[in-house]
């Protein structure tokens, strides 16, 4: 389960205090598929980043699982990161300079599996987000559709019950958004909990989402 | 590599780093070429000090001159009747040498005066020339023995064997070079004439019964102080120096004249300049995108130093044993050509000296940490600094 009390995430300038979050209360059950709606701007992708634990907020408290992660020292956020959490993000953030198998291998390292267990992690991923085929194939060398696909299977490989996507059909054509969302599917089935920060209107007619948030200017709207 | 390795760590940071080709290539380039000069400057001047001290070795522990008014002058024979009745000196051995100015050519050579008699000149000559060939110098009055950059000079001058000498009361001295010193001593000898002490007297213009100095050894170095404050009661105006003092002088001299400071100045101006020139040019927003990749993924700030600390000390190692030989090679097989310029260019004729190689483990770690730890600490500084801010904005 996922618990945002009284989130408050504000930047001071030299003018006035801009507020990218303010008073947000959430919760989120484990399994629930849930889309935070809003235009560019209002604050989707600094909550996602506040629950991913990449960013503190400035009060209120992010529980996940019973664990309040912004009290955790670094080496601990690090790792329950690592371990609940899988991020794909809008411009995938590959290392593009390795292959799709060693950016998927890539949140395994800090785990410190032997070898074996990390082929076999990966390649269950690979499987999964249906991108196995093009394993020893350069990051860069991949289509935007492949690149997301990498991306999921790297979010999938640490076995984290928490999936954030932050706007993930931005850079897709049509057949590749329909691909991510059959993904989606299945891992929802999988009985992941899966946060889905969009704009896109794709995935409004969804029927297994659980819950929609829209978020303006930093609130939850009622 | 993957199934060679069995460290999922050591992996990722072998793939991580041979996959940044030509990044990689760039910085250990660069890094050879430091180490390079930084070894091959090291390896001079430890060999110099090196030969400093061998050819102190041979050298009497005590030389005594007399000044006057800051000058050397000439000191009587007797002089060494008053030394020998100190005890711990048993054996004194009066020396005549001095420059000889070509002022035409504004060269100068050392002028050594040897006594056939004296044993201890005998044994010092002998470990640079085979003793049948000196027996046979000694019998031939008009010889002389000569540092190699003698010979170079008299070869470049036409003089074929032969040099004349004029004396202070203006008649010639013309002598026969009968050999040539070795290459390795010539750090010391490049410039010595080595003459029978009659004709040193001759060439100087120092009477019969005058010399230039006295040596004398005293094995045991506690009598040295005591034995340093009884010679100079004897007269006040007599100069003793001991080998200790005159390895100092020497070193100070190559250390100083040789630029060695300067050159390790430099050498370390470079690499700061040109490692934070590489950590924050365009390879540095690469490198902080990765970073915030791999914080993004949970990777701690610890795992991120740690890979990064290891493939700074990669390229750290490469380039430490690429340039460490190369140094060695070009010092000791090729006599490091221009570079010994630095510590051997004030000579007033052209030496050519042969490096002994002298490698100790002080010195390999001085070379290592005197690059090391700058490389290493301008790789993770900025890392650290990256890895401890919001991975969403290293990324971008």
Redesign the interface.
């Known amino acids: 389960m996922i618990e945002l009390i009284e989130l408050n995430r504000y930047y001071d300038t030299q003018r006035e205090r801009f507020y990218a979050l303010k008073d947000i209360n959430l919760t989120i059950n484990r399994g629930e598929f849930v889309l935070l709606n809003g235009v560019s701007g209002s604050g989707k992708?600094t909550l996602l980043?506040l629950i991913?634990g990449?960013?503190k907020p400035n009060s209120g408290i992010v529980i996940i699982e019973g664990e309040p992660i912004i009290k955790l020292p670094?080496?601990h956020l690090?790792?329950f990161?690592?371990?609940h959490?899988g991020?794909i993000?809008q411009h995938y953030?590959?290392?593009e300079?390795?292959s799709v198998y060693?950016n998927v291998?890539?949140?395994?390292?800090?785990m410190?599996?032997?070898?074996k267990e990390?082929d076999k992690r990966v390649k269950e991923s690979l499987e999964i987000a249906n991108i196995s085929h093009k394993a020893s194939s350069l990051a860069s060398s991949l289509s935007g559709g492949e690149k997301q696909r990498t991306a999921i299977a790297?979010a999938l490989v640490?076995k984290a019950s928490i999936i954030l996507c932050d706007e993930p059909t931005a850079n897709l054509d049509k057949a590749n958004r329909e691909i991510f969302l059959k993904i989606l599917e299945r891992l929802h089935k999988l009985n992941k909990t899966i946060i889905v920060s969009t704009h896109d209107p794709i995935f409004n007619d969804l029927d297994y989402i659980t819950k929609i948030v829209h978020i303006v200017d930093g609130k939850i709207a009622k | 590599m993957e199934k060679s390795v069995?460290s999922?760590?050591i992996?990722?940071l072998l793939?991580?780093f041979f996959?940044?080709k030509s990044k990689q290539v760039t910085v250990i380039l660069f890094s050879i070429i430091i180490i390079f000069i930084l070894s091959s400057v090291l390896f001079i001047s430890s060999s110099i000090h090196h030969s400093i001290k061998e050819a102190l070795q041979a050298q009497p522990d005590f030389v005594i001159q007399k000044m006057r008014g800051d000058k050397q002058i000439d000191i009587s024979e007797r002089v060494s009747d008053e030394l020998i009745e100190i005890p711990s000196i048993s054996k004194v051995t009066p020396r005549v040498y001095g420059r000889y100015f070509i002022k035409p050519l504004g060269k100068s050579f050392l002028v050594v005066g040897v006594d056939f008699f004296d044993v201890q000149s005998h044994r010092a000559l002998e470990k640079l020339i085979d003793s049948t060939n000196l027996n046979n110098f000694f019998k031939m009055r008009d010889n002389m023995i000569i540092g190699r950059g003698v010979k170079r000079w008299m070869d470049a001058n036409h003089y074929d064997n032969n040099l004349t000498f004029f004396t202070p009361k203006g008649k010639s001295i013309t002598l026969k070079a009968f050999s040539t010193l070795p290459k390795e001593s010539a750090l010391v000898s490049a410039d010595m004439i080595i003459v029978p002490i009659d004709t040193a007297r001759k060439i100087l213009g120092v009477s019969k019964r005058k010399v230039t100095d006295f040596v004398f050894n005293v094995p045991n170095v506690l009598e040295w102080e005591i034995v340093t404050i009884k010679v100079s009661a004897l007269d006040y105006d007599l100069r003793v120096i001991n080998k200790k003092e005159s390895y100092k002088a020497y070193s100070e001299y190559f250390d100083f004249k040789g630029g060695f400071f300067l050159s390790m100045f430099l050498i370390v101006l470079v690499s700061f300049s040109l490692i934070l020139y590489q950590r924050y040019s365009q390879l540095y927003s690469i490198e902080r995108?990765?970073i915030?990749?791999?914080?993004?993924?949970?990777?701690?700030?610890?795992?991120t130093l740690k890979l990064k600390f290891f493939e700074a000390l990669l390229v750290v190692f490469i380039s430490y044993a690429i340039g460490v030989l190369l140094g060695y090679i070009f010092v000791y097989i090729f006599d490091a050509p221009i570079l010994k310029n630095i510590f051997l260019g004030s000579f007033n004729i052209e030496i050519e000296p042969t490096f002994t190689p002298v490698v100790d483990i002080f010195l390999l770690s001085s070379i290592f940490l005197l690059y090391a730890l700058p490389f290493i600490a301008s790789v993770l500084i900025p890392v650290w600094k990256i890895a401890t801010t919001?991975?969403?904005e290293a990324?971008v």
């Open positions: 992708t980043t991913a990449m960013d670094d080496q690090s790792k990161r690592n371990q959490i991020i993000f953030n590959l290392l300079n390795l060693d291998a890539t949140p395994l390292i800090p410190r599996l032997s070898l990390i790297r640490t | 069995s999922p760590f992996r990722f793939l991580n996959s940044e995108r990765q915030g990749i791999l914080r993004a993924l949970g990777w701690s700030i610890r795992d919001n991975p969403k990324m």
